[in-house]
T-cell receptor, first 111, second 114 residues
Framework: GQQLNQSPQSMFIQEGEDVSMNCTSS?????WLWYKQDPGEGPVLLIA?????ELTSNGRLTAQFGITRKDSFLNISASIPSDVGIYFC???????????FGQGTRLTINP | GAGVSQSPSNKVTEKGKDVELRCDPI?????LYWYRQRLGQGLEFLIY????????KSGLPSDRFSAERTGESVSTLTIQRTQQEDSAVYLC????????????FGEGSRLTVL
């Protein structure tokens, strides 16, 4: 089946640092999304991207839909303790309603 | 409440027993999804409902897994003759039709098969 390769798998950073993670695929996606999951919770949508080349911000978060439609990145600026969690990229193939998820990036922040 | 509700939140069962997991979607959401998340892993698609029909059940891992949905409301995921490899968190999500991936997830049902 379709796979999304998400990297890095984990990050250990200092509070205040910027963070960057990305997702690539061999398939072309119509939609890219980024979700965050806190322990014991379901994932929550952070940013949705609908057009190749689109760059979207949500507060300290910025995400881009790659021009080839096969990749996306998420940046977090000036990280704070509540940014800790697991970040998942997800893609939606044309004609399919389901989302394909990456394996996640676990973010840990040292105060 | 206003969110997706799942029950039970935790279930411990013995190998070979059947389990039933329940999902109450957000009112008005016509699409409903089940995903499985093994420990430390990403989300694995199981099945998608539009109303009470399942146009995509391609992710169900075996014939021991089945799901149904009543109208545009409650869904149940049933696992028969559970195996240890079924241990995981089962996440339900709902959305408006054609919401282009904007899913709202419940907190999940954690299943442990001994």
């Amino acid at each position: 089946g379709q796979q999304l390769n998400q990297s890095p798998q984990s990050m250990f950073i200092q509070e205040g640092e910027d963070v960057s993670m990305n997702c690539t695929s061999s398939s072309i996606f119509n939609t890219w999304l980024w979700y965050k999951q806190d322990p014991g919770e379901g994932p929550v949508l952070l940013i949705a991207l609908y057009k190749a080349g689109e760059l979207t911000s949500n507060g300290r978060l910025t995400a881009q839909f790659g021009i080839t439609r096969k990749d996306s990145f998420l940046n977090i600026s000036a990280s704070i303790p509540s940014d800790v969690g697991i970040y998942f990229c997800a893609g939606q193939l044309g004609g399919a309603q389901k989302l394909v998820f990456g394996q996640g990036t676990r973010l840990t922040i040292n105060p | 409440g206003a969110g997706v509700s799942q029950s039970p939140s935790n279930k411990v069962t013995e190998k070979g027993k059947d389990v039933e997991l329940r999902c109450d979607p957000i009112s008005g959401h016509t699409a409903l999804y089940w995903y499985r998340q093994r420990l430390g892993q990403g989300l694995e698609f199981l099945i998608y409902f539009q109303g009470n029909s399942a146009p995509d059940k391609s992710g169900l891992p075996s014939d021991r897994f089945s799901a149904e949905r009543t109208g545009e409301s409650v869904s149940t995921l049933t696992i028969q003759r559970t195996q240890q490899e079924d241990s995981a968190v089962y996440l339900c999500a709902s959305s408006f039709s054609f919401s282009a991936g904007e899913l709202f997830f419940g907190e999940g049902s954690r299943l442990t098969v001994l």
